[in-house]
């Protein structure tokens, strides 16, 4: 058993004219969900909200209607725990769900939305990610990232191409690699590490952590006396107060209590793509998570795997 607390909020920020982030706190499960949607006017809001919805519905009892096919892991990521496998598939049919209501209205055609998302089981925490929304864990005074964005920067930077103080002012820094509902299939990052009581995990879209360093998000979680509550707030002021570029979201799970807190190497894999069978099920599912919610039956040909995101759509 893992005993979790979350706090959670969500920003405009100083310049957007709308919110187009959503996040879901499910202490039930227990698991948290960030999503920072594109796309422009009210569509990258839709996108984050489609998401974040899909995720819970199926978390809080899909598996029951509309379990994960046989078939969803390669060779070599079967040693995925159950949890983890229903959170991958959960991922999934957001993606098929914010794509297919793309298709509905011309207005929303190419709407996407970045996705981080965290479960927790005994002994550890699942982190799947698609995009530049982050996880982090805070443990002893120090702030760990454990995803790596799916963005061009992140490329030019693990190439040694730019440094990271370069990354942070590159001009084309709002091309991202990969979102949630720009194409009928998406690929899905993996992340299974162990926990320990006393752990932050921190998500947040990329109004905190594109507009303030690490390095800062560390100093006000290490307060003295700090609260995960009220480290929420202030990292949302600190960006802000950074000029506030952009939405902010930030929410923080706090780990109380591990009934066998384990150790072991972490590991990133990549889930990738699905074969047709499995992707021809992503609709079924969703017809029997959401009854009545019907998508295009038409899915045209990806027309590139990079997304710029524009910000005077945003």
């Given at each position: 058993?893992?005993?979790?607390?979350?706090?959670?909020?969500?920003?405009?920020?100083?310049?957007?004219?709308?919110?187009?982030?959503?996040?879901?706190?499910?202490?039930?499960?227990?698991?948290?969900?960030?999503?920072?949607?594109?796309?422009?006017?009210?569509?990258?809001?839709?996108?984050?909200?489609?998401?974040?919805?899909?995720?819970?519905?199926?978390?809080?009892?899909?598996?029951?209607?509309?379990?994960?096919?046989?078939?969803?892991?390669?060779?070599?990521?079967?040693?995925?725990?159950?949890?983890?496998?229903?959170?991958?598939?959960?991922?999934?049919?957001?993606?098929?769900?914010?794509?297919?209501?793309?298709?509905?209205?011309?207005?929303?055609?190419?709407?996407?939305?970045?996705?981080?998302?965290?479960?927790?089981?005994?002994?550890?925490?699942?982190?799947?990610?698609?995009?530049?929304?982050?996880?982090?864990?805070?443990?002893?005074?120090?702030?760990?990232?454990?995803?790596?964005?799916?963005?061009?920067?992140?490329?030019?930077?693990?190439?040694?191409?730019?440094?990271?103080?370069?990354?942070?002012?590159?001009?084309?820094?709002?091309?991202?690699?990969?979102?949630?509902?720009?194409?009928?299939?998406?690929?899905?990052?993996?992340?299974?590490?162990?926990?320990?009581?006393?752990?932050?995990?921190?998500?947040?879209?990329?109004?905190?952590?594109?507009?303030?360093?690490?390095?800062?998000?560390?100093?006000?979680?290490?307060?003295?006396?700090?609260?995960?509550?009220?480290?929420?707030?202030?990292?949302?002021?600190?960006?802000n107060a950074a000029g506030g570029p952009d939405n902010i979201t930030v929410a923080i799970a706090e780990i109380d209590d591990v009934d066998e807190p384990v150790e072991g190497r972490q590991k990133t894999e990549t889930v990738p793509e699905p074969s047709d069978t499995v992707a021809d099920q992503e609709s079924g599912a969703l017809d029997a998570l959401f009854p009545g919610v019907k998508g295009s039956a038409t899915v045209p040909e990806a027309q590139t795997d990079r997304i710029r995101i524009d910000p005077s759509l945003?």
């Amino acid at each position: 058993m893992v005993n979790v607390t979350m706090h959670g909020d969500s920003d405009i920020g100083r310049v957007r004219r709308i919110n187009e982030d959503n996040f879901r706190l499910i202490p039930s499960c227990p698991a948290v969900v960030v999503c920072d949607g594109m796309g422009g006017h009210a569509a990258g809001e839709i996108a984050s909200q489609r998401a974040v919805e899909t995720i819970e519905a199926y978390l809080l009892g899909g598996s029951s209607i509309a379990p994960p096919p046989p078939g969803l892991l390669p060779a070599g990521l079967d040693s995925l725990s159950v949890e983890a496998l229903e959170l991958v598939w959960a991922v999934r049919l957001a993606n098929r769900r914010v794509f297919q209501t793309a298709q509905t209205q011309r207005q929303m055609r190419g709407m996407g939305t970045t996705l981080v998302a965290t479960r927790f089981v005994p002994g550890y925490a699942i982190i799947c990610h698609v995009g530049d929304s982050r996880a982090y864990r805070f443990r002893g005074g120090r702030l760990e990232p454990l995803t790596v964005d799916h963005s061009l920067v992140a490329e030019l930077v693990a190439q040694n191409e730019i440094t990271p103080e370069q990354a942070r002012t590159f001009a084309d820094r709002n091309i991202i690699t990969r979102a949630l509902g720009t194409r009928p299939v998406v690929a899905v990052d993996v992340n299974v590490v162990p926990l320990r009581p006393g752990d932050w995990y921190v998500l947040c879209s990329d109004g905190l952590s594109g507009t303030i360093r690490d390095e800062e998000i560390a100093a006000i979680l290490s307060r003295q006396g700090q609260s995960a509550a009220r480290a929420v707030g202030e990292l949302i002021a600190a960006a802000n107060a950074a000029g506030g570029p952009d939405n902010i979201t930030v929410a923080i799970a706090e780990i109380d209590d591990v009934d066998e807190p384990v150790e072991g190497r972490q590991k990133t894999e990549t889930v990738p793509e699905p074969s047709d069978t499995v992707a021809d099920q992503e609709s079924g599912a969703l017809d029997a998570l959401f009854p009545g919610v019907k998508g295009s039956a038409t899915v045209p040909e990806a027309q590139t795997d990079r997304i710029r995101i524009d910000p005077s759509l945003l």
